[in-house]
């Protein structure tokens, strides 16, 4: 079915785009990409403002509610993706089922069945898990460390890390701990914010067209940064952050991939339970992307808290 299709690249993509979203970082400050990431979308949508008019004000008001919801949510989600592993944001980021499942029950009024309360607590597990992830692996390190005649050369490279690379700023454990529940807890307002939005938007594509929707959501979401940069009075360096092609290709990524969202929401027979499994096909992206991309530790372990997550998300799913 298109639906399907659509929301599955939707969340291809969604994980594609954390990875970018990281590597924007090295070249650019948060507000720099935040801002110009949202600015070139928004230019690229300037070919259809002649066909988003004619909504109500209500509309437009519900439209700008859901654009500061966003405003707020991408702060914290490109902070958290800017400081903790981007396997520990893929599965955090999990969350947002919890949350959009109890939305659908609170906002709208979905029933709440056996399945879905073993979905939340499958989910629920797999989080917690995560939360674990660094004493299992040190104990894991100290059983290898025990073996005779091994060096810690050897254990290191057994990890595909080599003894320098461990002691590379990179892979240098997370600064320090208070900052990084900080950190998680913005991972999980995002999630939070983000279900939030997607319940919005199976509203919202009843009274109004993708293209509507899209369009004046950016713009709103414009103005609120470039608002934020001028109270704020952020520094925003324009020559760089224009030369940073990450951001580029993060801004064609997000426009594609909105579009195909608000599309297959649009479809009558689309299922918001089964849409936000699919979108969760970006975790095993972002999982994948630390290990292979930015040379993470403790990938199994992400993994199969990963696996948890999804086969809750599954089981919630059944009817």
Partial sequence: MLWI???LFYGVVKGVREIV?????EKSTLMEVLFFYTLIGFVMLLPTAGNVGGMTPALYGLVAVKSFIIFVAWLCGFKAVKEIPISVYGVLDLSRVLFSTLLGVFVLHETL???????????ASGLIALRFEKPWR????AR???VPGKTAGEENTEEGISSEETTHPAHVEPKEKGNQILFIVMAFLSALLNAMSG??????????TPAQLQFWYMF???????AYILVTRTKMDVKRALKNYWIWILSILFIFADRALFIANEIPDSKVTVMTLLKQAGCIVTILAGKFVFKEKGIGYKLCCAAVIIAGIVIGSIR
């Fill in 5 to 7: 299709m659509l929301t």
């Fill in 21 to 25: 979203k990281k590597k924007s970082f």
């Fill in 113 to 123: 069945n056996g399945n879905r309360i073993a979905g939340i607590v499958l989910v």
């Fill in 138 to 141: 040190e104990r894991r390190e």
């Fill in 144 to 146: 290898k460390a025990a």
């Fill in 199 to 208: 319940t919005m938007d199976k509203i919202l594509t009843k009274d109004v």
């Fill in 220 to 226: 709103f979401l414009l103005l609120m940064y470039a």
